[in-house]
């Protein structure tokens, strides 16, 4: 079984702070994480995906997260916040090895304040 | 733009009724998922598709079917359909691998109201 939780339905941060988004998973096998952001009335993109490797990914628009199995945590960071971040983030998990059924965590609303 | 189309984009209907979505991944994509958002059960995978095979199946009730055809389009069809059945509808394509990994392509989707 797997499960994503996401810590805060909604973070506020200002202009040029620091993003930092939560995810925790549990899964019984090593998982495959990814980030997706959804803008309104737009469907999802991906942001950023961990598979295997490095465990720091990297993404798109500054956008970067750190698998840590220890914590089973694969948190979302970005050094400084933009206008445009504002956004729906959901964090997902796919058990490795098996066929390929997502669980998605229930999201975090990004406001950004100028 | 992702390259994935869904039509329609709104449909509105009444209990009981049938409706199909449809779906046309990227050109040259051959896997077609679809998803479900609704505020109660967040986001959820219902089917896959890879190459016209159904490939893995999610939370999808028995009431929904899906297909892929030859050209590579997918259908959703939802019957008997309940007020619950409200959500929008992802589709979602990715590339020439069936691969749990494959980075997938969102549609619009297509916002189901049932009245």
């Known amino acids: 079984a797997q499960s994503v939780t996401q810590l805060g339905s909604h973070v506020s941060v200002s202009e040029g702070a620091l993003v930092l988004l939560r995810c925790n998973y549990s899964?019984?096998?090593?998982?495959?994480l990814f980030w997706y952001v959804q803008y309104p009335n737009q469907g999802l993109q991906l942001l950023l995906k961990?598979?295997?490797?490095?465990?720091l990914v990297k993404g798109i628009n500054g956008f970067e997260a750190e698998f840590k199995k220890s914590e089973t945590s694969f948190h979302l960071t970005k050094p400084s916040a933009h206008m445009s971040d504002a956004a729906e983030y959901f964090c997902?998990?796919?058990?490795?090895?098996?066929?390929?059924?997502?669980?998605f965590g229930r999201g975090t609303s990004l406001i950004v304040h100028p | 733009d992702s390259g994935v189309t869904q039509t329609p984009k709104h449909l509105i209907t009444a209990t009981g009724q049938r409706v199909t979505l449809r779906c046309s991944p990227r050109?040259?994509?051959?896997?077609v998922y679809w998803y479900q958002q609704s505020l109660d059960q967040g986001l959820q995978f219902l089917i896959q598709?890879?190459?016209?095979?159904?490939?893995a199946k999610g939370n999808i009730l028995e009431r929904f079917s899906a297909q892929q055809f030859p050209d590579l389009h997918s259908e959703l069809n939802l019957s008997s359909l309940e007020l619950g059945d409200s959500a929008l509808y992802f589709c979602?394509?990715?590339?020439?691998?069936?691969?749990?990994?494959?980075?997938?392509?969102f549609g619009p989707g297509t916002r189901l109201t049932v009245l």
């Open positions: 979602a394509s990715s590339g020439n691998r069936s691969s749990s990994t494959d980075t997938q392509y």
């Open positions: 598709y890879y190459n016209g095979e159904e490939r």
């Open positions: 050109s040259g994509d051959l896997s």
């Open positions: 997902a998990v796919i058990s490795s090895g098996g066929s390929y059924i997502p669980t």
């Open positions: 961990y598979t295997t490797g490095a465990t």
């Open positions: 899964s019984s096998v090593p998982p495959y």
